[in-house]
């Protein structure tokens, strides 16, 4: 079986892609052969996908340090006590 690169299509290229792979796995019979290329394109995919994700982690305001000045009193972050 040959080698699923999609390390040269760009973000967008990748989301379309797997849309249509994920529809054609929907079409596809369980047990079918046709699944297993498919289902191995997609987690090439999801793989590239990962590994481009760049996006900080989400913390949490009382482990992200000290509050922004204003923010106090909004009910956005709890009162000091």
Do not use: F, N
Not at 2 to 14: F, Q
Not at 25 to 31: H, K, N, R, V
């Amino acid at each position: 079986m040959r080698e699923h690169d999609v390390t040269a299509l760009i973000a967008t290229e990748l989301e379309a892609a797997r849309r249509e792979l994920a529809a054609s796995l929907a079409l596809a019979q369980p047990g079918s052969p046709v699944r297993v290329p498919i289902q191995t394109h997609m987690a090439a995919i999801d793989t590239e996908v990962d590994t481009r994700d760049t996006r900080p982690t989400r913390t949490t305001p009382s482990s992200s340090g000290p509050r922004p000045p204003g923010r106090q009193g909004t009910g956005l972050y709890p009162a000091h006590p």
